[in-house]
């Protein structure tokens, strides 16, 4: 029975209903769209052909007559001689074809394919023609294996609620589920005879490996607490070979006997195996993969032998015109960074924040006005039901703590002062209380608990336990329900889900979840909706990048169709107290549509900012000087700073006119890049001075908010707040399902425009494209990214590289296989990968200290923690909780430990084959500005030299960047972006987290300043 019905509404069906009944209408949304924008491939003669030998995590069988293997690399379906030889392509390299299984008649192969946005089944004929789709619908479906009569295909797929065996009848297409425990079930294999189904189950009660009986009788064959894949029977079912990955960071090749339970391990303990099932040449002889190749291995033998293959691709890298900057500009600029806009219950004020503080724009009064005007930040404002007050947030006493501003008489009060960061007030319809989030302490992309605080006594109590990036709550009219866009996952055994609204009783009643369209994910989990209408019979909600509403009753259950208002981008909704009116930020403008008629006024408001520039001349003396290019110093050298830029670098003479800056027993180095980073307003105006504080003078920003980040970027730039420079993106940009808050679910390519726009519209310096993003979607990002200039960057190198993607983050990092196409559980990563990346130009960003490195630093460095900027910006909860984690990983997992060398020399092979590396963290998964530098200090223990490191990290990061005409070096011409430390980071990367002073846009700020909060308001 289906354990996940959508509840409460007789809109709404069960999971397994919904597949029956739309098995394609949905995912042929998205497919029929993604298929009619895909550009035209471009001709191969232009490309760059790459030889791939070896292969990471590659999947093979070998075909019923012995003759042919089919793999899996790279996400295209090959075959090749059992022998070895040359491999020829079956599909093409846009499906993300993976696991193929050959028919028992050797006519056909079965693969699942990403072809469509979801994993199905798929068939080819072994040369490649009639491709056909097998399952359909917005499931996945995923690792076949055929019958052996070949009338049927046996497969995992979550189209039950959680991951379970199905089979499906090819003749008549008939479906049927062989499993359904609340646990996951996958990796289903046919024995020989038919009679039997091995399969893997995580069962808390009892994981291990199962075989399932014609006669759907359950029996546990190998127990085990270690992470299994892909049974193989032996052809005369005697055994079952299967692959364990152990605590300590090994992959297996297992063989288990039946009957008398005995088992060995088969693969030698160096070996990198893959996850993938074995292939019988014949009772005793059998193929497999590891250490990136094909294997030949005997039973009961240690020697193996090598099946050599080589498959060629194909890389289309057009050059094109990268964004133009103007960092010397001086004029005003339209502000664009407009966060949480918020109608007062009048309809004639909105409040928001920008450049750090609150402003309010009076209808029909173009100049917005200034309600704070201090050097910290104020976000999240909310009016009171009765519009005589604001809820908002503030870090001014330290923390992002819950504040109120009396309208009428300015008075500011400070309601609640908790130990971790808040967001997102919501006041109750009586104006008594108000809900809000507490984030945890690492505030690790916005985990957060619902409270809610009496406004009259400031009494704070707890409404729900800890969710996943969560909505901003909104109230129901009569004040006894909470909803909140959440999270509702597909399995436990992949990061992904939709976003649906959660209906959270205050009576104590259970949580509901509802959606207005079944199975389509909301917009970015935020200020998105669903927002309660005031008179409480409907909800306004963001759905494929629109704004909506559909009427609810008291409870929130949804009673009627939703109604769309818009058919532009729409943001922030935000109801007027009559219920008659919604205002929205409409991309970078803010307008308000009437309910009544449909008609959309626009909001005209004249708001500006400027950059702020320096002026006069600086001199700065230094002993040593890396210059980003050079591995060796120039030394005693003048840099000469006019107003933001260099003018000329010299040997040193006493005496020059201008304001000296005395480091002639310091080393000067270019500003730093942190190349991978997410931020967010909880972390207030202290983030800007911890990024400079640690040499960081440019940052890129790979998923945020785009306001947020704009926000920030605003605020740096002209000065409201210190901090360093921001590239950014938006949301990430993702497929039919998400994981993360800020994660935007594309459906359709009409919808793919509307971002697009916005891209372009807010000025972006990147597009960042998440897991669940088909390849025909991508490449039509990736022609229009590189029409106006920007790069684009994902977690896929192929085919990513075939048309034109500049960038991928991470060497490892979620995928939406459950396994990474660049590196094997033990970390080890083969030739096709370091082959495909130098060759193609893309620069990886491979996050080596998220991977571990952070933890093994830390480990080596017994003062580690006593770095003087994390003792200043991080509490000593904050580093208890990281040294904790430190011990708890290293019990639990020691093969995360153990196994981070195989990143380190992976590093350093990318480098050595002429890859572009870069330098960056994925913090605040690892601290902000301490986790950069361990990046390095990994490289370097790794063998990479300290001047790869910062190279890396300086001239080569803003290269990838598109700013390397200004950033990156210290040369004559460039912009004054430059760091002061004490030693010698060419010696000692250490050393580099020694600053002394920064100076960002010829600004100069020293670390006592930088350490230290703000004075005064």
């Not at 807010?762 to 990002?781: A, C, F, H, S």
């Amino acid at each position: 029975m289906n354990r996940r019905l959508l509840q409460n509404s007789s809109l709404f069906v069960s999971r397994k209903a919904l597949g029956k009944a739309l098995p394609v209408l949905l995912i042929h949304m998205c497919s029929v769209s993604a298929f009619a924008f895909s550009p035209t491939s471009s001709p191969l003669d232009d490309s760059i052909r790459v030889t791939l030998t070896e292969g990471t995590n590659m999947a093979i069988d070998l075909s019923p007559d012995k003759k042919t293997i089919v793999m899996d690399l790279q996400g295209t379906i090959w075959a090749m001689p059992v022998g070895g030889g040359d491999a020829k392509a079956l599909t093409d390299a846009l499906g993300d074809s993976r696991q193929p299984a050959w028919s028992p008649d050797g006519s056909r192969v079965a693969f699942h394919s990403y072809r469509d946005g979801n994993y199905h089944i798929w068939t080819v004929n072994k040369n490649g023609t009639g491709l056909e789709q097998i399952t359909t619908g917005i499931y996945d479906d995923r690792e076949p294996h055929w019958s052996p009569d070949g009338k049927s295909l046996v497969f995992s797929s979550d189209r039950g609620g959680n991951y379970d065996v199905w089979q499906i009848e090819l003749a008549s297409g008939n479906l049927k589920q062989l499993t359904d425990n609340p646990a996951n079930d996958y990796y289903p294999a046919f024995a020989a005879d038919g009679k039997q189904i091995a399969f893997v189950s995580e069962r808390t009660e009892a994981p291990g490996i199962y075989a399932l009986s014609l006669e759907g009788k359950e029996q546990l064959l190998i127990p085990s607490e270690s992470k299994l894949a892909a049974p193989s029977w032996h052809p005369n079912n005697s055994q079952v070979l299967y692959n364990a990955l152990s605590q300590h960071g090994q992959s297996r090749l297992e063989a288990a006997m039946l009957g008398d339970g005995g088992g060995q391990t088969i693969s030698d303990a160096s070996e990198d195996v893959f996850p993938f099932r074995v292939s019988w040449i014949s009772p005793i002889e059998f193929l497999y993969t590891a250490d990136g190749k094909i294997k030949r291995r005997k039973l009961g033998k240690k020697s193996t032998q090598t099946v050599p293959f080589k498959a060629v691709v194909a890389l289309y890298r057009p050059a094109y015109p990268r964004k133009a900057y103007t960092f010397d500009n001086v004029a005003p600029q339209p502000v664009q960074g407009i966060r949480g806009a918020s109608v007062a219950p009048d309809g004639k004020r909105i409040v928001f924040s920008a450049l750090s503080d609150l402003w309010v724009l009076e209808k029909g009064k173009r100049k917005p006005v200034a309600l704070t005007h201090d050097a910290y930040v104020e976000v999240d404002p909310a009016w009171s039901p009765d519009g005589t007050k604001l809820a908002y947030v503030s870090d001014r006493n330290g923390s992002m703590d819950l504040w109120i501003r009396d309208l009428e008489t300015g008075d500011e009060r400070l309601l609640t002062d908790l130990p971790n960061d808040l967001n997102f007030p919501s006041w109750s319809p009586d104006g008594a209380r108000i809900a809000f989030y507490e984030g945890d302490l690492r505030n690790a992309w916005g985990r957060g608990t619902l409270n809610a605080v009496e406004v009259g006594s400031g009494k704070v109590v707890k409404l729900h336990e800890s969710m996943f990036v969560p909505g901003q709550p909104s109230w129901s009219a009569d004040g006894k329900t909470i909803a909140i866009s959440a999270l509702e996952v597909y399995s436990s055994r992949y990061r992904e889900g939709i976003s649906k609204f959660l209906l959270v009783s205050l009576d104590g009643q259970p949580d509901r979840y509802v959606s207005p369209v079944p199975e389509r994910s909301l917009g970015t989990r935020g200020k998105n909706g669903p927002v309660w209408s005031p008179d409480g019979s409907m909800m306004a909600y963001t759905l494929d990048g629109v704004l909506w509403v559909v009427p609810v009753d008291k409870l929130g259950t949804i009673t009627g169709p939703p109604k769309r208002l818009t058919n532009e981008l729409a943001e922030v909704p935000g109801w007027a107290a009559d219920s008659k009116s919604i205002v929205f930020l409409a991309t970078d403008a803010l307008k308000q549509v009437y309910l009544a008629d449909g008609h959309i006024e626009s909001i005209p408001m004249d708001f500006t900012w400027q950059y702020k520039q320096p002026t006069g001349r600086k001199v700065i003396h230094a002993g040593k000087l890396f210059d980003g290019r050079a591995s060796t110093y120039q030394t005693n050298v003048d840099i000469i700073v006019e107003g933001n830029r260099i003018k000329e670098i010299l040997p040193h003479q006493a005496g020059r006119q201008g304001t000296l800056i005395d480091a002639s027993d310091k080393t000067v180095i270019p500003g730093l890049f942190e190349m991978h980073t997410h931020q967010s307003e909880m972390a207030g105006e202290k983030l800007g001075r911890l990024w400079l504080s640690y040499g960081i003078t440019s940052l890129r920003e790979t998923g945020a908010d785009p306001y947020d980040a704009i926000e920030r970027k605003e605020s740096w730039n002209s000065g409201a707040r210190k901090g360093p420079r921001e590239f950014f993106t938006g949301g990430l940009t993702d497929g039919s399902r998400i994981y993360y808050g800020l994660a935007t679910s594309i459906n359709s390519g009409a919808q793919l425009e509307l971002e697009l726009e916005r891209t372009k519209r807010l000025g972006y310096d990147l597009i960042k494209t998440y897991v669940r993003m088909p390849d025909l979607m991508q490449e039509r990002i990736t022609a229009y990214a590189h029409s106006i200039g920007i790069p684009v960057s994902s977690h896929e190198i192929y085919p990513a590289t075939r048309y034109g993607v500049d960038a991928v983050e991470h060497i490892g990092g979620t995928s939406r296989r459950g396994y990474s196409p660049k590196i094997t559980s033990t970390n080890h990563t083969y030739q096709d990968v370091t082959e495909l990346l130098a060759k193609s130009g893309m620069n990886i960003t491979p996050t080596a200290s998220l991977q571990g490195g952070f933890y093994v630093m830390a480990g080596k460095d017994p003062n580690f923690f006593e770095n003087r900027q994390f003792k200043a910006f991080y509490s000593e909860a904050y580093a208890k909780e990281l040294k904790e984690g430190a011990t708890q990983v290293t019990k639990m997992f020691p093969g995360y430990i153990s196994n981070f060398g195989n990143i380190q020399q992976t590093v350093k092979a990318l480098l050595v084959a002429g890859a572009r590396v870069t330098t960056g963290t994925d913090s605040p998964f690892i601290p902000y500005g301490m986790g950069l530098h361990t990046e390095l200090q990994s490289w370097v223990d790794g063998g990479v030299s300290p001047y790869e490191a910062l190279r890396s990290a300086t001239l080569w990061a803003a290269e990838a960047v598109g700013v390397s005409k200004d950033l990156g070096s210290i040369e004559p011409g460039k912009l004054a972006d430059l760091v002061i430390v004490n030693g010698d980071p060419l010696a000692h990367i250490q050393d580099a987290w020694n600053v002394e002073t920064v100076l960002k846009n010829g600004e100069v700020h020293q670390i006592e300043d930088l350490l230290k909060r703000p004075s005064g308001n």
